[in-house]
């Protein structure tokens, strides 16, 4: 996943100069379009990439599970029973399984990383929105403002993962 992600970042970050300079040499509205959504598509993997990398430079996955923040109480528990979410967390994919692998970690060092890659997503999901300040230079805030909801929900979807396992690994640990 990794990879993936890496590549699509600099596929779309290369593509976004391309359609730039071939728009200003042949300022086509298709083009302009093309250039948005490619940048748009350069920034949310390379926002992705940069925070959990900072994240990961800042904490290493030491992060004080039994803090508050990471507390999941029984009613959040009902709402991902409610979600269903034991079914469908198998299907997303994970940007490095080896952090949640217990032939490689601890418990103890896997309820850290869950805690840390929480904290990620949490952070992308506002950042998601930042995209839509485009809308102030080439419109169609409705566009910027659906992707920008698309893309905070893929990673609450990821917070939820998190926030569902960490009871399960603390319950173990106990």
Request: a positive charge; one cysteine or more.
């Amino acid at each position: 996943m990794a990879r993936c992600m890496k590549i699509i970042a600099w596929v779309s970050l290369i593509l976004t100069v391309f359609l730039i300079i071939i728009y200003q040499i042949k300022p086509i509205d298709t083009i302009l379009t093309l250039a948005v959504t490619a940048g748009t598509t350069a920034y949310h993997f390379w926002m992705r990439l940069l925070v959990g990398g900072a994240f990961n430079l800042l904490m290493n996955n030491r992060v004080d599970y039994n803090k508050k923040w990471f507390c999941v109480g029984k009613t959040e528990q009902k709402l991902y029973a409610l979600l269903k979410v034991k079914k469908w967390k198998k299907h997303l994919p994970t940007y490095n399984p080896s952090l949640f692998d217990r032939h490689e970690h601890s418990l103890d060092e896997i309820a850290m990383a869950t805690c840390q890659s929480e904290l990620v997503h949490e952070t992308i999901v506002i950042l998601s929105f930042l995209p839509i300040l485009a809308s102030i230079w080439f419109g169609s805030a409705s566009v910027f403002v659906c992707t920008s909801v698309l893309s905070a929900v893929f990673d609450l979807s990821f917070v939820m993962i998190q926030r569902y396992n960490r009871p399960r690994i603390l319950s173990i640990i106990r």
